[in-house]
């Protein structure tokens, strides 16, 4: 910006405090800098990425100014701020460079800034100690609490989402489970019924299968008594031919009779009469 008015100086990590290097006017704000080189025995000191600058201030009236600083192609750029330029008179400076945990801290040199007195009677200038690295940490520090705060809130709205979601889910668990109890229900009641049909079946089963073994065992016991009845019949037929035979037997024996030889009684034995009798009789042949 054409406001900023840089002052380019070279610092060693160790010697002396160097006078008269830079030049400023008393309450001048936002406007003068300096631009730090910083050397190690004349070679050039490479500032470590992530590590934190610092201009430490001691003001002309005792006050003290710690500023942190921003490093670009590897030179400290010092702001002389507002309060840093509040009083007049020589003010000392060095640069300190110090990694996160302030484990490890380098300081530059020292060098003086002189501070011409203004000539403008502003009342609203006073001087006080500044320090802007330890108020940027409060920021920061602020910055995280509000952060956290935020996030802490969309936790807990993601916590309700997944809470309503949960509540959700188990209304739908319980529903499907009473879904399954009724269809558990419902099949068992169809297995019960199925069950009696089958003991029905079985049961008819049983008894078609009684009635026809029955049935046969009848239609056994009929045959046998019609082959009975048929055999029955068969032998009093035959015994009735034979009686008729007999008959007329008994009557062809009563008209002619062969004597065989003349002058001869012979003995013959023929059908007597009744049935299953035999009966003797005599006749005389007589003569020729």
Avoid: W
């Avoid at 302030?102 to 060098?111: E, G, M, P, R, W």
């Avoid at 802007?132 to 940490?137: F, H, M, R, S």
């Avoid at 029905?200 to 056994?220: D, P």
């Amino acid at each position: 910006m054409a406001m900023q008015l840089i002052t380019d100086i070279t610092l060693e990590l160790t010697g002396d405090e160097r006078l008269y290097m830079a030049s400023a006017k008393q309450g001048d704000k936002r406007t003068r800098f300096i631009r730090i080189a910083l050397t190690n025995n004349g070679k050039v000191f490479t500032i470590p990425t992530g590590y934190i600058v610092i201009a430490n201030i001691k003001k002309p009236d005792k006050h003290f100014c710690y500023n942190e600083c921003t490093v670009t192609d590897n030179k400290v750029m010092v702001e002389l701020t507002n309060q840093a330029l509040a009083a007049a008179g020589t003010a000392h400076c060095d640069i300190e460079i110090r990694d996160a945990q302030n484990v490890y801290v380098l300081s530059s040199q020292a060098f003086t800034i002189e501070i011409e007195e203004t000539n403008r009677n502003d009342a609203a200038i006073e001087s006080c100690n500044e320090i802007t690295a330890l108020e940027k940490k409060v920021q920061q520090y602020i910055d995280n609490i509000v952060s956290t705060k935020n996030d802490i809130l969309n936790v807990e709205a993601a916590m309700k989402v997944a809470e309503a979601a949960r509540a959700s889910a188990e209304v739908d668990r319980i529903n499907a489970e009473a879904r399954r109890k009724k269809s558990e229900q419902e099949r068992e009641t169809a297995e019960t019924a199925r069950q009696q049909q089958l003991q029905i079946m079985q049961e008819a089963t049983g008894a078609a299968n009684s009635a026809a073994s029955s049935a046969n065992t009848a239609a056994g016991a009929a045959n046998t008594a019609a082959a009975r009845a048929e055999a029955t019949y068969k032998s009093q037929e035959e015994l009735q031919k034979m009686y008729e035979k007999m008959l007329d037997i008994k009557g062809a024996v009563g008209s002619t009779i062969d004597g065989g030889t003349a002058f001869s009684v012979d003995p013959m034995t023929c059908d007597g009469g009744t049935a299953f009798t035999t009966e003797e009789c005599e006749a005389d042949a007589g003569t020729v």
